[in-house]
């Protein structure tokens, strides 16, 4: 398991998150910030890492929240509550992510709400369910708040910060009127899940629609960084459960979405190369030729 992310780290790695350019210390005591889901659902993959503030999303778009060792389908709007001390990520399914992010350390909320909140309630408690899907009338009514504060933040008003406790307050109320959502799934161990996000983030990069359309990840590196994991640890987790390596596999899908092209496409064969990823065609070539025994025209020439 990777370190726990903080504030400032986070902000580095995701400098949409934070569009403001906001304090760490901006709400006196503590940091407050909100903004668009959209801000920073950039990546399929989010790390799988503690951080140390708290979280209330408004997810609206479909995908996997990993939370601890379990994992549950996000496929309808839903409020998400992180603590500091449980890892979770999020892997996107759905082009459209839409709704609200609000981040705040334990110091923003004065102490008595800290423990009733923070400590002793239901929703930041670790071990507790974290998932709150939303019926229309509450989706309505928390996409309005997180609306607010979206323009309280924004606002030269001296007092925003209290407003903005109390719509984060609304939110928390109205997910204690809410049954928290069924339906999470333990991960049989680290290296299946890692090894399953790599074959899912491989098998998405294909089928190659366009010449111009180059394949995004040829590398164990590439996906390594795209998963947010070291190399070494993808490697090994991917061998683990495959038997195979992670270059191989890599390699294994172009050689055969190349065979597909040949087959099925009228695309040249310096098309193919370029599609593929391949800076030069003689690199494609020595590629296919070690991986089929044959050359690319040699497989095309064979076709009937």
């Not at 407050?32 to 890492?49: G, I, K, Q």
């Not at 939110?171 to 333990?186: C, D, H, N, S, V």
């Not at 111009?212 to 683990?240: D, Q």
């Not at 890599?250 to 599609?275: M, T």
Request: proline share 6%.
């Amino acid at each position: 398991m990777e370190k726990t992310e903080s504030l400032q780290e986070f902000y580095k790695r995701v400098p949409t998150a934070n569009p403001l350019g906001l304090d760490l210390d901006n709400a006196g005591p503590g940091h407050f910030n909100v903004y668009p889901r959209d801000a920073y659902a950039s990546s399929l993959v989010s790390p799988h890492r503690r951080r140390d503030f708290y979280k209330v999303s408004m997810i609206i778009g479909t995908g996997r929240l990993h939370y601890a060792n379990q994992w549950i389908i996000i496929d309808r709007p839903a409020l998400l509550f992180s603590n500091p001390f449980v890892p979770y990520s999020w892997e996107q399914e759905s082009e459209e992510q839409k709704g609200w992010f609000c981040l705040f350390t334990e110091a923003f909320l004065p102490a008595a709400e800290r423990k009733e909140i923070l400590h002793d309630g239901p929703l930041f408690r670790v071990g507790s369910n974290p998932v709150f899907f939303l019926s229309e009338t509450q989706l309505t009514e928390i996409a309005g708040i997180y609306q607010k504060m979206v323009q309280e933040i924004a606002s030269d008003y001296p007092q925003k910060y209290n407003i903005l406790r109390s719509c984060l307050q609304l939110i928390i109320y109205e997910a204690l009127k809410t049954t928290p959502a069924e339906g999470f799934r333990k991960h049989a161990n680290a290296s299946s899940r890692i090894a399953s996000l790599f074959l899912e983030l491989l098998e998405r990069q294909f089928p190659i629609d366009s010449p111009r359309t180059a394949l995004k990840l040829k590398t164990a590196n590439e996906y390594a960084l795209h998963l947010s994991v070291h190399t070494n640890h993808l490697n090994r987790s991917v061998k683990e459960i495959t038997g195979k390596t992670t270059t191989a596999l890599i390699a294994d899908r172009i050689r055969q979405e190349a065979e597909a092209l040949l087959r099925h496409s009228d695309w040249s064969i310096s098309e193919i190369a370029y599609g593929l990823g391949f800076e030069y065609p003689a690199y494609f070539t020595n590629f296919f030729r070690k991986n089929t025994g044959q050359a690319p025209l040699e497989l095309r020439k064979s076709i009937v």
